[in-house]
């Protein structure tokens, strides 16, 4: 089995800044993709920011700027560095991964539990 654990979410000012982690554990052959989503009260699930094996990186328009994505490949870990936060940020964030749980397996698609993110103006 796989497991995503989020961690970093809490309450913040606006104009502030706050480091989400993502850590992948269990059976891992190779991890494809990282994302983080955000679903705010009332509203979608949202991708904030992509980043693949290569280091390619992906951003919503909103956020371009002022979040970057990046990704430790040794320990299976992505990271969502947020700044310049805005009340309108304030949502739960997601980690979701693509995993290969072995070499010729698919790329089965894993969501972690969320995280709470509260923006104050």
């Known amino acids: 089995q796989v497991q995503l654990v989020e961690s970093g979410g809490g309450l913040v000012q606006a104009g502030g800044s706050l480091r989400l982690s993502c850590a992948a554990s269990?059976?891992?052959?190779?991890?494809?993709?990282m994302y983080w989503f955000r679903q705010a009260p009332g509203k979608q699930r949202d991708l904030v920011a992509g980043?693949?094996?290569?280091?390619?990186?992906n951003y919503a328009d909103s956020v371009k700027g002022r979040f970057t994505i990046s990704r430790d490949n040794a320990k299976n870990t992505v990271y969502l560095q947020m700044n310049g936060l805005r009340p309108e940020d304030t949502a739960v964030y997601y980690c979701?991964?693509?995993?290969?749980?072995?070499?010729?397996?698919?790329?089965?698609?894993?969501w972690g539990q969320g995280t709470q993110v509260t923006v104050s103006s």
């Open positions: 269990g059976t891992i052959f190779s991890i494809n993709a």
């Open positions: 979701n991964a693509l995993i290969q749980r072995r070499r010729f397996g698919p790329s089965e698609n894993y």
């Open positions: 980043i693949i094996r290569d280091g390619s990186t």
